[in-house]
């Protein structure tokens, strides 16, 4: 890290503590969401140094930053999503998205046009350890940052899976938005209202100390205790292109029952406003139970204006 400033002072002219205190603004600016190793790229960059050199260094995500270039980058595959074609202006294209990790992050890999047919020409799938050479970061609409691949960029299968060890702490949203017709297994955000509820019980009951399943009163770890009750909501949701069934609990039930101390299922059930439309995210899996696919969801939010209209604008560019 030090020699990182002393390099960017030395190139740069500018005093070592100058150099500090700018990667402290700039990582302050940036609200502890980047290491102090990717700050100094930042701030790198902004005083002319640049400070990778083409194939000679190797990044970590939690170090990419948007605008950087011919990055090499070795990461593990986790998901390969299917490929998409589009029309634009009578033009076509083609775009494939590869949802990849190491031990700091996950991010996206995104392929256009011939690049997407990289995937099946090396057979590429998840659990596959790959150097990506001369790959490029950019902030996608989303405001997070995505890796391309370059001119002359190549991606190449060095091995199996290294069990990277799963961060939670990246800070990376990866649930996409899509209509509930093409929903699969994965994380993903709808929009779409709440048009019919379970009403099987809206409570179940947790260990008041660990938030534990419990046996009757029984918690594994905690002996007999005193149930902790706690909110659930099963509902369909529907968004025009489909229906799925979601399961909201806890705080995210009481968003969509909104404020009430009733301890009456019916009363409960009678203050979720049906045909209200939310945002919601989640992860989808098919129902053990049903076999039909489900979201359990872990965000919901009432519908905001003016990022949809955001959302709407930047889908319009990315299909450019
Ligand atoms: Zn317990």
Not at 78 to 102: A, Q
Not at 109 to 115: A, E, F, K, R, S
Request: hydrophobic letters at 35%; one cysteine or more.
């Amino acid at each position: 890290m030090d020699e990182l400033i002393q390099k960017i002072s030395k190139a740069s002219g500018v005093k070592v503590e100058e150099v500090e205190k700018r990667v402290q603004e700039k990582q302050d600016e940036l609200s502890g969401l980047i290491s102090k190793e990717g700050a100094a790229y930042i701030v790198g960059r902004e005083l002319g140094v640049n400070l990778i050199k083409e194939g000679k260094r190797e990044l970590k995500i939690k170090n990419l930053v948007a605008g950087l270039n011919a990055v090499d980058i070795k990461l593990e595959i986790l998901k390969v999503f299917e490929k998409r074609d589009y029309e634009k202006n009578g033009k076509r294209g083609s775009v494939l998205n590869l949802l990849v990790e190491d031990e700091t992050g996950k991010t996206r890999l995104v392929l256009w046009g011939q690049d997407t047919d990289l995937v099946a020409d090396s057979q590429l799938t998840e659990g596959d350890v790959i150097k990506v050479n001369r790959a490029t970061v950019k902030k996608n609409n989303f405001g997070e940052v995505e890796l391309g691949l370059g001119k002359g960029g190549s991606i190449e299968k060095v091995g199996r899976s290294e069990g990277f060890k799963k961060s939670a702490k990246t800070g990376l949203d990866l649930h996409t938005r899509v209509d509930i017709a093409d929903i699969r297994d994965g994380y993903f955000e709808i929009r779409g209202c709440i048009v019919q509820v379970f009403k099987r019980t809206p409570f179940f009951f947790v260990c008041p100390k660990c938030d534990g399943k419990l046996d009757g009163k029984i918690c594994g770890k905690d002996g007999e205790v005193e149930p902790k009750k706690q909110l659930i909501i099963s509902a369909v949701v529907d968004d025009g292109t489909g229906t799925i069934r979601t399961v909201f609990f806890r705080e995210l039930a009481q968003k969509i029952v909104g404020k009430t101390d009733s301890e009456n299922p019916e009363e409960i059930y009678g203050k979720i406003k049906l045909g209200q439309e939310y945002v919601i995210k989640g992860k989808v899996k098919k129902s053990n139970f049903s076999g039909e696919l489900e979201m359990v969801a872990n965000f919901v939010d009432d519908v905001d204006p003016k990022k949809e209209a955001e959302k709407i604008l930047s889908e319009l560019e990315t299909t450019n």
